[in-house]
């Protein structure tokens, strides 16, 4: 009697566990979708064609060696690693973009932290190779504007292809990623080029 009960407690236990940590996810996530096609798409001279599953996220603030503590990072990654592996297989989105802070202390951390904390991201956030991955650069990344170095700028830039402003055409519609830390127009180096940039992709 007592294995029969402990048998259905560790079942029980386990079925949990399961559902808490995996089925959860696509419980919630399922009851999302993508919008509704309108039927007046032709009318607009657009057709299927044109319709772009895009994915936005945002702040995913991984926590680095300086504050974070070890089970909540776990914890955190885990969840993340989760919701996100759960949307991109029930939806399947062509492009997803990163809008910055996906470093929680990215302008505090050593070259090999930094090295560290792009792989953990490139892991926690992998997709099929048909999906397109883009990241803008958040404060959290490479710091605040005054506290913006070359070097932070430089090493963040060449991790991600991120740099402070471009151009990028999917389907026909246009996305501007701009680095928001170089818009305090007062002609440092990063904003100085920045804006001359912008003046560029606006005559195109």
């Given at each position: 009697?007592?294995?029969?009960?402990?048998?259905?407690?560790?079942?029980?236990?386990?079925?949990?566990?399961?559902?808490?940590?995996?089925?959860?996810?696509?419980?919630?996530?399922?009851?999302?979708?993508?919008?509704?096609?309108?039927?007046?798409?032709?009318?607009?001279?657009?057709?299927?064609?044109?319709?772009?599953?895009?994915?936005?996220?945002a702040d995913t603030h991984l926590l680095g060696p300086v504050h974070g503590h070890w089970f909540d990072k776990l914890r955190r990654e885990w969840q993340m690693y989760r919701s996100f592996k759960t949307?991109?297989?029930?939806?399947?989105?062509?492009?997803?973009?990163?809008?910055?802070?996906?470093?929680?202390?990215?302008?505090?951390?050593?070259?090999?932290?930094?090295?560290?904390?792009?792989?953990?991201?490139?892991s926690l956030f992998s997709v099929p190779i048909s999906t397109r991955v883009y990241v803008v650069v958040g404060n959290h990344d490479i710091g605040f504007h005054y506290r913006i170095t070359p070097l932070?700028?430089?090493?963040?830039?060449?991790?991600?292809?991120?740099?402070?402003?471009?151009?990028?055409?999917?389907?026909?519609?246009?996305?501007?990623?701009?680095?928001?830390?170089?818009?305090?127009?007062?002609?440092?180096?990063?904003?100085?080029?920045?804006?001359?940039?912008?003046?560029?992709?606006?005559?195109?």
């Amino acid at each position: 009697m007592v294995k029969k009960r402990l048998f259905h407690f560790v079942l029980y236990a386990a079925v949990l566990v399961l559902f808490c940590e995996y089925g959860i996810y696509y419980v919630v996530i399922f009851q999302c979708s993508w919008p509704e096609v309108p039927s007046s798409i032709g009318e607009h001279n657009l057709s299927r064609r044109h319709l772009l599953k895009t994915m936005f996220i945002a702040d995913t603030h991984l926590l680095g060696p300086v504050h974070g503590h070890w089970f909540d990072k776990l914890r955190r990654e885990w969840q993340m690693y989760r919701s996100f592996k759960t949307a991109i297989e029930l939806f399947n989105p062509e492009v997803v973009f990163f809008l910055g802070d996906i470093f929680d202390e990215g302008q505090l951390v050593s070259a090999p932290s930094f090295n560290d904390y792009t792989s953990r991201f490139h892991s926690l956030f992998s997709v099929p190779i048909s999906t397109r991955v883009y990241v803008v650069v958040g404060n959290h990344d490479i710091g605040f504007h005054y506290r913006i170095t070359p070097l932070l700028v430089n090493r963040f830039e060449n991790a991600f292809n991120a740099s402070a402003v471009r151009r990028i055409r999917l389907k026909d519609i246009n996305f501007i990623l701009i680095n928001s830390m170089a818009m305090e127009g007062d002609d440092c180096f990063l904003c100085k080029a920045a804006v001359k940039k912008i003046h560029q992709i606006s005559e195109f």
